[in-house]
T-cell receptor, first 117, second 117 residues
Framework: AQTVTQSQPEMSVQEAETVTLSCTYD???????LFWYKQPPSRQMILVIR??????QNATENRFSVNFQKAAKSFSLKISDSQLGDAAMYFC??????????????FGKGTHLIIQP | DSGVTQTPKHLITATGQRVTLRCSPR?????VYWYQQSLDQGLQFLIH???????AKGNILERFSAQQFPDLHSELNLSSLELGDSALYFC????????????????FGEGSWLTVV
């Protein structure tokens, strides 16, 4: 079974600084998808960024970028110029397509990101 | 606003009871997914329906069942409720049942809070 591990239960960063959240996963598949979701106090699940495993280029979305290391099965999220609105739980997630239909996302336990003003 | 609508937003019920959670997917989306978020288990995938048919099953208990109707809305039925079933239940939708590539993003609803007392 696939597993996703987020080793940092909580991270704190000063406003305007850069922070990196770690994620590792375990899979025997070669083609899969990786995601970072943000869950603010409202509990809404918001997609931050996505990476297809077959793409070597790291995904970027404005201030958010990933460092995808396929051989190491590592998928970290870098947030640049941290803003107060970035404070939230961040979940790393994995998905594989089985052919019959998209399996569900497998989530890590989450990292609570605190932004210090 | 993701476009995924879940009702009710909050529900308190007693052990042994049965409840139904309802989900309306985004306009045009044919896939519906159910997830459970609890303190003990974190975020877990329960089940995936596509155009009325079950496509993938996760850690869904036998006491739980789901269906997707011809109008594409979905219901999650939880029966013989236990204290441990207290959780936030998310519905999510995507346009197809295929891989979760850029053209098939999963969008989450705001969730239904279930408290079993």
């Amino acid at each position: 079974a696939q597993t996703v591990t987020q080793s940092q239960p909580e991270m704190s960063v000063q406003e305007a600084e850069t922070v990196t959240l770690s994620c590792t996963y375990d899979t025997s598949e070669s083609d899969y998808y990786l995601f970072w979701y943000k869950q603010p106090p409202s509990r809404q699940m918001i997609l931050v960024i996505r990476q297809e495993a077959y793409k070597q280029q790291n995904a970027t979305e404005n201030r958010f970028s990933v460092n995808f290391q396929k051989a190491a099965k590592s998928f970290s999220l870098k947030i640049s110029d941290s803003q107060l609105g970035d404070a939230a739980m961040y979940f790393c997630a994995y998905n594989v397509y089985s052919g019959g239909g998209a399996d569900g996302l497998t989530f890590g336990k989450g990292t609570h990101l605190i932004i210090q003003p | 606003d993701s476009g995924v609508t879940q009702t009710p937003k909050h529900l308190i019920t007693a052990t042994g009871q049965r409840v139904t959670l309802r989900c309306s997917p985004r306009s045009g989306d044919l896939s519906v997914y159910w997830y459970q978020q609890s303190l003990d288990q974190g975020l877990q995938f329960l089940i995936h329906y596509y155009n009325g048919e079950e496509r993938a099953k996760g850690n869904i208990l036998e006491r739980f069942s789901a269906q997707q109707f011809p109008d594409l809305h979905s219901e999650l039925n939880l029966s013989s409720l236990e204290l441990g079933d207290s959780a936030l239940y998310f519905c999510a939708s995507s346009s197809t049942s295929g891989p979760l590539s850029i053209g098939n993003t999963i969008y989450f609803g705001e969730g239904s809070w279930l408290t079993v007392v």
